[in-house]
């Protein structure tokens, strides 16, 4: 099985674009970078060599402003959802307005996450292809609301595949996955597989209780010294458990 800590760390991961095939483990050598990038969210509270076995099956970019990696280990498919970009760096890039402005802000305030539909067809031709593999799905901020989009989709292509939904202070649903009647099923899709989801949350957090609808079970934790602030990953990292030596560590195995 794949940890709840496997998954928020797969979540902070996506926000890097590093290249499919590339195995985590050995990132620092192959792409530092990226590593050094990663290394400095995790302050120590995590470490790359926990995702030893796993790689970047494939990435997917879209008009809008998706961000979707995927990661495979053991005929394991996670589906991480990237969050906004960086508000800080709106000026040197586009990103920002798709995500803030569209993603973000049309989506609350209409319901309606302009990234979805992409999202969707992205899991369904994954799927299709792989009919093998496990289906995970994960996703911090704005990439909880994707994650919920994505999820609902994986579910309608086979349920049984789709084994863990989890949420790091995410955006959830505002007026369900859009105003559209037709989607009301994927909706029902998701309540219908609570027991699948789990939606955690730092006490403070200025997301999570923007939106009216969040889905199985809702788990909220104290924000950690040393975290950039409530919505930061950094507190997860400290709360989920390491495994060491175990098989049920899911990402990790002996670091």
């Known amino acids: ?34 590593a050094n990038s990663i ?4 302050k120590e509270a995590a470490i790359l060599e926990e995702m030893k076995g796993w790689k970047v099956f494939k990435t997917h970019y879209s008009k809008g402003g998706l961000q979707i990696a995927v990661f495979e280990k053991d005929g394991q498919l996670v589906f991480a959802c990237r969050g906004s970009e960086d508000k800080d760096v709106w000026y040197k890039s586009a990103e920002f307005w798709k995500d803030w402005i569209v993603a973000d802000g049309l989506g609350w305030l209409t319901g309606f996450n302009a990234q979805a539909p ?6 369904k031709k994954v799927m299709n ?27 309608d292509v086979d349920s049984g595949r789709v084994k863990k939904i989890n949420t790091y202070n995410g955006l959830g649903l505002l007026f369900g996955i859009t105003l559209g009647l037709t989607d009301v099923v994927d909706e029902y899709r998701l309540v219908n597989n609570a027991e699948k989801i789990k939606d955690y949350h730092i006490e403070g957090d200025p997301v999570f209780p923007l939106s009216i609808f969040h889905y199985g079970e809702h788990i909220k934790l104290s924000m950690c010294e040393g975290a950039y602030g409530a919505h930061d990953l950094y507190s997860f990292f400290v709360h989920l458990p390491r495994y060491k030596n175990s098989s049920n560590a899911g990402g990790g195995g002996s670091w």
């Open 1 to 34: 099985d794949i940890s709840d800590r496997d998954l928020a760390i797969l979540a902070q991961i996506c926000y890097e674009d590093i290249p499919s095939g590339t195995r985590l483990d050995t990132l620092s050598s192959t792409y530092p970078s990226y």
């Open 39 to 42: 290394t400095s969210a995790f």
């Open 118 to 123: 992409a999202a969707k067809s992205f899991v």
């Open 129 to 155: 292809q792989y009919t093998s593999y496990d289906v995970f799905v994960t996703g911090h901020s704005l990439g909880g609301n994707v994650a919920y989009n994505l999820a609902s989709k994986a579910l």
